[in-house]
């Protein structure tokens, strides 16, 4: 393809493209004990950082089991709760929040490494991904973290609910400590 000469008055400068609204914020968890205020920290965040969508990927049963994190509802029934808690925070803040239902639908284990691809390839990029610190843990622990975490940048949340969370991060996410920030 040629090039093309463009014209451009004396002292112009090419609009930034950082600024505005961009990517999207996918929150990947189980969403078993979030409280409203959870998801207002998670909706406050992607306002602050300008996110154009934020996307809230409950994970399956099957996918729970396998990663080793027990859920004390199915996953309807967290998804739901969720919904309420939406609808009731969504509101105020004003951000365009949807739940993706793909691995409700899927009905099994769904690795990682497939929900990640699904989403990237769903929604617009930039791709932030957010989760709290046992599952960063558990996904630290898969071979395929360091492709994922050159790919996408995350933001981890320390607590969630009422449960007590471990104080200390993986050794591979230390290790790509300037990839991830705390929420």
Known sequence: MA???VKVPFGYEPDD???????????????????EQDVERV??????RRFVRVVFYPLHDETLGRMGIRASQPYYR?????EEQLAD????????????RWEG??????P??????FLADKYAGPH??????????IAAGFDSFELWIRKVRFLLLRDTGRTPRPAEPHARLLAWAHRWDWI
């Open 78 to 82: 967290r998804t739901e709760r969720l």
């Open 17 to 35: 493209e950082r600024q505005g609204e961009r990517g999207s914020l996918l929150v990947y968890d189980a969403f078993d004990d979030w409280l």
């Open 112 to 117: 990682m490494d497939t929900a990640f691809r």
């Open 105 to 110: 639908r899927r009905k099994k284990y769904t």
């Open 43 to 48: 909706l406050n965040a992607a306002a602050e």
């Open 89 to 100: 925070s969504a509101g105020a803040t004003g951000a365009l929040a949807t739940i993706d």
């Open 3 to 5: 090039r093309q000469n």
């Open 128 to 137: 932030f991904v957010v989760m709290t610190l046992p599952v960063a843990n």
